[in-house]
Every structure is written in structure tokens, then in C-alpha cells.
């Protein structure tokens, strides 16, 4: 799922090529996208991009009136410019806004429909779709340790959920609990003052630094390649291969269709966190150390 990083880069991009241009029309391809009825999505057409915002996962176009098109990629979402009377090149598009100098369209991959869109009246609704997550760019740390801590929650929970912060999701999370050398299982109340100093300055930097690396990567052109699973991260996605810091073998915990990427050595103590389905078939033969999971890997092979 596109992130903080990967939004910020997307509306950059698109601050560049829509805003102040005129919308020729809107073309929703697949009705299971627009969960929203009235004002009908016609009724952007002919109107002017005058704002773009983040709000949480979300991006949102303002147009004259007070009109504003709130878009959800979720996980398989993404978005494509074409410069006028370019040749699509992406599959079949589930939205397509026309403009005098191209089009935008959204994919998404797979068959699962999870995207959405919403085209609200008025700030006040848009105000009303706001989860609220703060903003760790903008925030000192006072606000952050508030809002961290004011419920008890696994810190990969409180740093994924959008009713406590904004725009981050299962991926950067992972980078910024390796970062911070903090288990993902830790208890936001169990914290001292130095670990969630160390948080705090894990989330920033990684996602100043994510941010900048896929400005760059872009280099001016619109980003065509948003993943989850980037060449440079630390931890995510890389299960089974070794910590760049440690050489130690990459865990992971897998729930739903999430999983939880770490290092034992860096972030746990030494500790393997149960995966919920493996523990349950092991049982007693669960490996509960670094140790203990070396000596079951096939001729004591180890990561380095």
C-alpha cells in the first residue's frame, strides 16, 4: 500500500502537471470505485484543480466549488499520467481525468476491488474522513509521546493504525522499529522516555529519507514504480535473508494478509516472536531463540 513517502512524491507530481488546470472529464470505468453517490462525479467536469492534499493514505483534489475527489489506492492501487496523446501503456483503468495536458488514470492489480473513491461537497465532509493520525513530520516529540501512549497497543499496531498516526503503514513501520531497535510487539505504555525518543526519531528519518530516495528516483518524471517492497530497505520483506546490520536472519510474523518483518538480534534480544499459525503447528518445537533457530536451519547453515 502506497504510504506517506510514496503520497507525498504522488502529489508532488501531480502538483506539477493538474494544479490550476482544468478537468475536460471524469470517467469512472469500474462502479465498484465510487462509494459515494451525490454530488454525482460528473459534476467536477469543467472544473479547475485547485488544491491537493494528503490526508492520511488518501489523495484529495480540490476543484472550484468546493468539490473535493478523495482517492484510496490501497494495496494494489496505483496511479499513471499520460502526456497528451500519449499511448497508455498500463492495463484497462478503473479511472481516467482527462486534462488539457494528459490523463490521469488509477489501476489496480489483481481481482480484488479495495480502491475507492469519494467525491465529497465541501470541506467540512472531507474534514469528516480525516482519521486524525498525527502528523510525526510536523509534530514535536511532546505530541507524538501524547498520542503514542494514550492507549495500550503493540507498537506495530499504534504505528499502523490512522486514528493514531498518519500515513504510515505495514511497510515503513517495519524500517522504523528496525531503526529504532524496538520489537514490534513492545507496549506503547511499556515505553521509557529514551525509546520513545528513539521512535519518534526513527519515524522522522524514515520517512525524510524514503521520501527524498523516491523523489530522486523519480527525477522529475511521474513515479511508475510505487511498491511496498524496495531494494535498500532493512527489514521488510526480507524474510529469511540477513539484517544489513547484523547478518542475523530476517523474521517475520504473518497475520491475515499482513505479515511483520525484524530482527531477533536488533530488536528483540535474541527472542523469536511466535508466527500465530507455525507456533500453533510446532508447538513445543517453536523456536524461541536465535539459537534454537540456527541449529533447525538444514547443516547449521547460518545467515551471514
Not at 9 to 21: D, F, P, T
Not at 265 to 285: E, H, I, P, W, Y
Amino acid at each position: 500500500m502506497p504510504e506517506l513517502p510514496d503520497i507525498d512524491v504522488y502529489i508532488e507530481a501531480l502538483g506539477k502537471r493538474v494544479l490550476g488546470q482544468r478537468l475536460e472529464r471524469v470517467s469512472v470505468l469500474n462502479p465498484f470505485l465510487l462509494r459515494t453517490a451525490l454530488p454525482p462525479i460528473e459534476s467536477i467536469d469543467g472544473r479547475r484543480v485547485t488544491a491537493l492534499r494528503r490526508i492520511g493514505k488518501r489523495i484529495v483534489l480540490g476543484f472550484d466549488g468546493d468539490l473535493w475527489l478523495a482517492i484510496h489506492l490501497m494495496i494494489s492501487g496505483r496511479l499513471h499520467w499520460y502526456p497528451r496523446n500519449a499511448k497508455a501503456r498500463s492495463r484497462t483503468p478503473l479511472l481516467r481525468l482527462e486534462f488539457p495536458a494528459g490523463t490521469l488514470t488509477l489501476t489496480e492489480a489483481g481481482s480484488k476491488r479495495r480502491a475507492s473513491l469519494h467525491l465529497l461537497a465541501g470541506s467540512a465532509e472531507l474534514e469528516r474522513m480525516d482519521p486524525r493520525g498525527l502528523e510525526v513530520l510536523d509534530s514535536p516529540l511532546e505530541a507524538f509521546r501524547e498520542r503514542l501512549t494514550q492507549e495500550s497497543h503493540t507498537l506495530k499496531r499504534a504505528l499502523t493504525d490512522p486514528h493514531v498516526l498518519s500515513g504510515i503503514g505495514n511497510a515503513y513501520s517495519d524500517e522504523i522499529l528496525h531503526r529504532a531497535r524496538l520489537s514490534p510487539l513492545a507496549l506503547t505504555q511499556r515505553l521509557d522516555e529514551e525509546e520513545i525518543a528513539r521512535l519518534y526519531g526513527a519515524a522522522r528519518s524514515t520517512l525524510r529519507e524514503w521520501r527524498d530516495r523516491l523523489r530522486g528516483d523519480a527525477a522529475g518524471e511521474f513515479p511508475e514504480r510505487v511498491t511496498a517492497f524496495r531494494e535498500g530497505m532493512s527489514v521488510h520483506g526480507r524474510y529469511g535473508q540477513p539484517c544489513p546490520d547484523c547478518g542475523t536472519a530476517i523474521q517475520r510474523i504473518r497475520y491475515a494478509d499482513n505479515e511483520t518483518n525484524y530482527c531477533p538480534r536488533c530488536q528483540t534480544g535474541g527472542r523469536v516472536l511466535a508466527d500465530r499459525a507455525l507456533s500453533r503447528l510446532l508447538k513445543q518445537d517453536w523456536p524461541r531463540t536465535i539459537e534454537e533457530l540456527e541449529r533447525l536451519r538444514p547443516s547449521g547453515r547460518r545467515a551471514t
